[in-house]
């Protein structure tokens, strides 16, 4: 089971909604594509097709992690433990500097966010789940092991 945030919840359902709205859209580029005759040598045709076939793979996806993913309620979580949706202020150990990254179910794609995003679902993810202040998380990244110290959940 996938946990993900109410925020992250708004977000696939807004996506969601956008990528509904658009099917006649286009449907109304195919139409009038296949209006312009041969279907061999229409690129209009075939990129209207292939629009529409990747945004519908998208709609089933993210309709099938509505339905199976579950919303963490944040008054029910232990206070001082890092769930989904948890902000951190993480001090790496070997170059003595920190910032803050924030837990999250799916990453949002958002380069401007206020808190580097981390995935449940990546190494760094894993183990900074159900930590605490004070910890130290080992992290084994591509480029070898990082160690951080858990010194603040925000």
Do not use: C, W
Not at 29 to 53: M, S, V
Not at 108 to 136: C, F, I, T, Y
């Amino acid at each position: 089971m996938e946990f993900i945030t109410h925020e992250e919840r708004e977000q696939l359902e807004a996506q969601l909604k956008g990528l509904v709205e658009n099917r006649p859209t286009i449907s109304t580029r195919i139409a009038e594509a296949r209006a312009l005759g041969d279907l061999k040598e229409n690129a209009e045709y075939h990129a209207a097709r292939e629009q529409q076939g990747i945004e519908e793979a998208e709609i089933r996806r993210i309709e099938e992690r509505l339905a199976t993913a579950q919303v963490v309620d944040a008054s029910k979580q232990a206070d001082g433990v890092v769930f989904v949706g948890s902000i951190v202020r993480l001090k790496d150990l070997k170059r003595g500097d920190d910032d803050t990254y924030r837990l999250v179910g799916e990453l949002s794609g958002d380069a401007l966010a206020e808190h580097v995003e981390v995935s449940v679902n990546s190494p760094m993810g894993q183990a900074l789940l159900k930590s605490r202040v004070g910890e130290v998380i080992r992290v084994d990244a591509p480029k070898g092991v990082k160690q951080f110290e858990i010194t603040e959940i925000l």
